[in-house]
Each structure stands twice: as C-alpha cells, then as structure tokens.
C-alpha cells in the first residue's frame, strides 16, 4: 500500500513507441490504457527484461507538482532499453546508412563526371553534343545525372547570411541533408581563390538547418589545380557538426 503522506516514485505507463500514458499509474487509474491513442501500440508499465516498474512521478508530501516525468530509455533497474529506446536506434542507424548511401551515390557521380563528358562528346556521325564551357554547363549536367538517384533536388537555395552577405546553394538535398557546392576553375579561379572561396561556403553552410554533409565538387579539365589530393585533404574532414568532401576531377596531383 501507497502512504501519501510520504515521498514516493509513482509508476509510468509508455507505449512501446515511447508515448507517455500517464506518469501516475497508481494515483491516477482513470488515465490507464491498453492502447496508446496517438499510435495504436501497446502499453506497458513494467520493464519487459526485469519486470520492475518504470519510474513515475515523484511525489512529495505537500507540494503539487506540474511538472511531465521524461520517459527514460532505459532501465534503472537491469540497465536494458526499453521498447522505444530501442527503435529509435534502429530508426536512427537505418537514417545513418541512408545518408552514407546517399553520400556514396554522390561521390561517384563527381568521380565519373569527366568520364561522362568525354563520351557525351563521342557521338556517332560528329553528331552535336553538349559542350561544357562554363560552371552553368557542370551544374546543368550534374543536375541530370543526380536525378538518376535522387527524387527531391532543391535547386539554388538561399543560406544564411555570412560576412555580410548571402549566398545560393547549387543543390540541395533535403531529405539527406547533403548540399552539393558545384565550381569549375578557370584562369581566375585556380588553387588559391578556389580553397579560399570554399573556405567561405564552409562557414556559411555551418548553419544552415538542412546541411550535414557538404560535398565540394570541382571540375578542373584543364588541370588549373596543382597536387589536388593535397588541397582535397587541406580542406575535407568534420568542420564542427559539418562534414565536408572536397572531390576535384580530374586530377592533376
């Protein structure tokens, strides 16, 4: 039996996606369900590894209290997740594998890209082909081949305002939240301007609220760029919560 008059840890009922039913299963009975009415899932109010109670509200003797008991993700008791806890890491890891996935497919499409532009120049009988002149022309083509894997390309989204001024991605991918910064060198963009502009879209693209990745495509077919393994190291790596890849193609090492 429960004295109210004394502190005591009620007990909390949780569906097994994490909604909370009530935090005051023992004072509050009425509140009990079997069914979670946002999801449909099942209730439970013990641990399923231990069978210990999942901690509740805290009473105390005389003070009324407001405040919403968090629904722990783990056991006090034997140390186990529970249900919610659980799928969320599944949630999490599958979200995870997507996006590295998703990085992958890009990458690749930077890698082969001059490839493409060397066949699409190939065509039979001296037929027109596209020809790329300028960083218009990368981002038109690039645009084509990513639609080959992706449904949702945000094109030239603005971001926030760095230095005093904003700026426009080249694509955006929103559900991935990779951004995808496309450059091609010329003779007034060669190693020095081009690291220092990429320098700049790091900055800029820390805050933006749809960007953990950012992937620095630099088309150099002219082979402007000197030791470009060693400028793609200087400026790729984890920049705070930002993970940037700079892949220039093709090389010129």
């Known amino acids: 039996m429960i004295n109210w008059e004394e502190d005591f840890y009620d007990v909390m009922q949780v569906c097994k996606n994490g909604h909370q039913i009530t935090d005051s299963y023992n004072e509050y009975p009425k509140y009990r369900k079997d069914f979670c009415s946002e999801c449909g899932e099942e209730t439970i109010f013990k641990c399923p590894n231990c069978n210990s109670d999942i901690k509740g509200r805290h009473h105390v003797s005389g003070v ?18 529970y249900p919610w806890a659980k799928k969320e890491e599944l949630i999490s890891n599958s979200m995870k594998e997507e996006i590295n996935s998703a990085e992958v497919l890009v990458e690749n499409i930077c890698n082969k890209f001059h490839l493409v532009v060397k066949q699409i120049r190939c065509r039979y009988n001296e037929r027109n082909s596209i020809e790329i002149n300028d960083e218009y022309d990368v981002q038109d083509l690039f645009h084509a081949l990513l639609k080959l894997h992706f449904d949702d390309i945000r094109e030239e989204e603005w971001t926030p305002s760095y230095a005093g001024s904003g700026s426009r991605v080249d694509f955006l991918l929103k559900k991935e939240k990779i951004i995808i ?6 003779m007034n963009l060669k190693d020095k301007h081009l690291g220092e502009q990429l320098i700049i879209d790091t900055e800029r693209y820390k805050s933006h609220p749809d960007c953990k990745t950012l992937i620095c495509f630099v088309y150099d077919p002219e082979g402007f760029i000197n030791k470009a393994r060693s400028i793609e190291n200087d400026l790729s790596g984890k920049k ?3 993970l940037v890849k700079t892949i220039i193609v093709p090389k010129g090492y």
């Open 181 to 186: 910064e496309i450059k091609k060198t010329r």
């Open 240 to 242: 705070e919560d930002l």
């Open 64 to 81: 009324i209290s407001m405040y919403n008991t968090p629904v722990p993700k783990h056991c006090e008791n034997c140390g186990n997740k």
